[in-house]
Antibody, heavy 120, light 112 residues
Framework: EVQLVESGGGLVQPGSSLKLSCVAS????????MNWIRQAPKKGLEWIAL????????YYADSVKGRFTISRDNSKNTLYLEMNSLRSEDTAMYYC?????????????WGQGVMVTVSS | QIMLTQQAESLWISPGERVSITCRAS???????????LSWYQQRPGQTTKALIY???VRTDGVPTRFIGSGSGTEFTLSIEHVQPEDFAIYYC?????????FGSGTKLEIK
């Protein structure tokens, strides 16, 4: 059974940093692209970052480019999102999602999400 | 970037009825492999987001046959026949053709 479990969220002040993790199980993690998606309270889904299966390519939404970094450790079956210079508008539930293929495809499995609140 | 428009924010229907949710893309989602990189997702409170349809019309494993994806180019539709109580949820389309990947704004199915 595929499982994606996010952690690392919490309440932080504007301008601070936070690192989220997503531990994967139930599939060969190193074979698939992975994504981070977020959802602000009572808002829709926003894709924010994608990393290829081998970390050869990374893509970001304009809203986080230069502040957030996606990475992965295939030996630990773990996806990361390092978030710097956090703003109030980054307050959201953050989900990791597995790509159905190595490069392209769709998001076939999602985690339950982890909440990040940016507030003073 | 490719914009996806889901015009209906909410749709009110009765259980047993048929409903269609539309998603319009600002450019064609057809790739050189002949597939459309448009997928549909269901979001229900307390549950993980679920993929329903990919490549515009292919149901994912275990998705009931009442969920039907159709469309091509820039116009796509998710239809649900004989809506069941568990189908009242929020539905999103997503394009994975080109970065930045983009979601539609979502359509909430509500009980009439």
């Amino acid at each position: 059974e595929v499982q994606l479990v996010e952690s690392g969220g919490g309440l932080v002040q504007p301008g601070s940093s936070l690192k989220l993790s997503c531990v994967a199980s139930g599939f060969t993690f190193s074979n698939y692209g992975m994504n981070w998606i977020r959802q602000a309270p009572k808002k829709g889904l926003e894709w924010i970052a994608l990393i290829y299966y081998d970390s050869s390519n990374k893509y970001y939404a304009d809203s986080v480019k230069g502040r957030f970094t996606i990475s992965r450790d295939n030996s630990k079956n773990t996806l990361y999102l390092e978030m710097n210079s956090l703003r109030s508008e980054d307050t959201a539930m953050y989900y990791c999602a597995k790509h159905s293929e190595a490069l392209m495809g769709y998001f076939d499995y999602w985690g339950q999400g982890v909440m990040v609140t940016v507030s003073s | 970037q490719i914009m996806l428009t889901q015009q209906a924010e909410s749709l009110w229907i009765s259980p047993g009825e048929r409903v269609s949710i539309t998603c319009r893309a600002s450019q064609s989602l057809l790739y050189t492999d002949g597939k459309h990189y448009l997928s549909w997702y269901q979001q229900r409170p307390g549950q993980t987001t679920k993929a329903l349809i990919y490549h515009a019309s292919v149901r994912t494993d275990g998705v009931p046959t009442r969920f039907i994806g159709s469309g091509s180019g820039t116009e796509f539709t998710l239809s649900i026949e004989h809506v069941q109580p568990e189908d009242f949820a929020i539905y999103y389309c997503l394009q994975t053709l080109k970065s930045p990947l983009t979601f539609g704004s979502g359509t909430k199915l509500e009980i009439k």
